[in-house]
Each structure stands twice: as C-alpha cells, then as structure tokens.
C-alpha cells in the first residue's frame, strides 16, 4: 500500500487514516511518501508519531529520503 502526503498539516490525519485502512484490509506494510520538505529532527519525530499508533510494529527510513514505510502488527 502507497500512500502520498502532500502536507504536513495533513499528515497526521492521512497517517492515522492509512494506518486503520492498512489494519482493516489486512495489509503487512504501508509505504509514505511525504511531498514537503524534512529535516533531520523532524525524521525523528515522524518517525516516532508512526510508532505511537498500537498497530504499528516498526517504522523505518527508506534510502535515505522523505519514503518510509510502516510495518502493521496483526
């Protein structure tokens, strides 16, 4: 599952959405593309705000860009 996010307002909605969605279809992994610009730190906390959802068991950084993915627990 691909999801795009083009803002980073919109982020933490689109992220919860697709994270439920993802649960609910059964899927094992949700790759995000984010279309607005990232730092470091906020990699981070990014990172972290995935992590904090109970059906997410991992999430990690992807070649070193704005792509990341999150692995869901079933």
């Known amino acids: 599952m691909n999801t795009k996010i083009r803002?980073?307002?919109?982020f933490?909605?689109?992220l919860?959405?697709?994270?439920?969605?993802a649960y609910q279809e059964g899927k094992r992994s949700v790759d995000f593309l984010l279309l607005f610009p990232v730092s470091e730190k906020d990699k981070d906390q990014i990172i972290a705000q995935?992590?904090?959802h109970s059906v997410v068991l991992d999430?990690?950084?992807?070649f070193g860009t704005v792509l990341f993915t999150?692995?869901?627990?079933?």
Not at 59 to 62: D, G, L, M, T
Not at 70 to 74: D, E, G, K, L, S
């Open 59 to 62: 999430a990690k950084w992807r």
């Open 70 to 74: 999150a692995y869901i627990r079933h």
């Open 50 to 52: 995935t992590k904090a």
């Open 12 to 14: 933490p909605r689109m």
């Open 7 to 10: 803002s980073r307002t919109a």
């Open 16 to 21: 919860e959405e697709t994270l439920f969605k």
